[in-house]
Antibody
Framework: EVQLVESGGGLVQPGGSLRLSCAAS????????MHWVRQAPGKGLVWVSR????????SYADSVKGRFTISRDNARNTLYLQMSSLRAEDTAVYYC???????????WGQGTLVTVSS | DIQMTQSPSSLSASVGDRVTITCRAS??????LNWYQQKPGKAPNLLIS???TLQSGVPSRFSGRGSGTDFTLTITSLQPEDFATYYC?????????FGGGTKVEIK
């Protein structure tokens, strides 16, 4: 059974940093592209970033470029999102997703809430 | 960047009704269009990929059509468990993008 379990969310002050993790199991992690998608409270879904199966290629939404870094540890079956210079508008539930091909979000984690507030 | 426009943003319907949601891309995305269902407090669930491929376990009352810029999601006979928010998403090019969502409510 495919499982994606996010962790690392919490309350952080504006300008602060946070690292999210996503532990993957039930599939061969190093053969799949992975993504982060976020959802602000009461709002719609927004793509944040993606990373190739071997970590050699990454992409970001303009809103997070230069502030967020996606990475993965295929030996640990774990996806990461390092977030810095956080802003109030980064407040959201962050979901880890597995790419089922052509940027299709086939499986989702339960999400982790990041709140940026003083 | 490709903009995805969904309509309507909300609708009220009764059990048994036929419901159609429309999604339009700002430029051609071939058939790289996916549909998701999200219930309150839960992660989204993939219903349909590449415009018309029904995912395993998804009831056959759900169907998707379209290519290029215009797409539809149809629920032929709305069931109580279908009341949720639906999102389209283009997988054609980065930055990837979603429609604004359609909330299907009980009339």
């Amino acid at each position: 059974e495919v499982q994606l379990v996010e962790s690392g969310g919490g309350l952080v002050q504006p300008g602060g940093s946070l690292r999210l993790s996503c532990a993957a199991s039930g599939f061969t992690f190093n053969t799949y592209w992975m993504h982060w998608v976020r959802q602000a409270p009461g709002k719609g879904l927004v793509w944040v970033s993606r990373i190739k199966s071997d970590g050699s290629s990454t992409s970001y939404a303009d809103s997070v470029k230069g502030r967020f870094t996606i990475s993965r540890d295929n030996a640990r079956n774990t996806l990461y999102l390092q977030m810095s210079s956080l802003r109030a508008e980064d407040t959201a539930v962050y979901y880890c997703t597995r790419d089922g091909g052509w940027n299709t979000y086939e499986y989702w984690g339960q999400g982790t809430l990041v709140t940026v507030s003083s | 960047d490709i903009q995805m426009t969904q309509s309507p943003s909300s609708l009220s319907a009764s059990v048994g009704d036929r419901v159609t949601i429309t999604c339009r891309a700002s430029q051609s995305i071939s058939n790289y269009l996916n549909w998701y269902q999200q219930k309150p407090g839960k992660a989204p669930n993939l219903l349909i990929s590449t415009a018309s491929t029904l995912q395993s376990g998804v009831p056959s009352r759900f169907s998707g059509r379209g290519s290029g810029t215009d797409f539809t999601l149809t629920i032929t006979s709305l069931q109580p468990e279908d009341f949720a928010t639906y999102y389209c998403q283009q997988g054609s090019s980065v930055p990837l993008s979603f429609g604004g969502g359609t909330k299907v409510e009980i009339k």
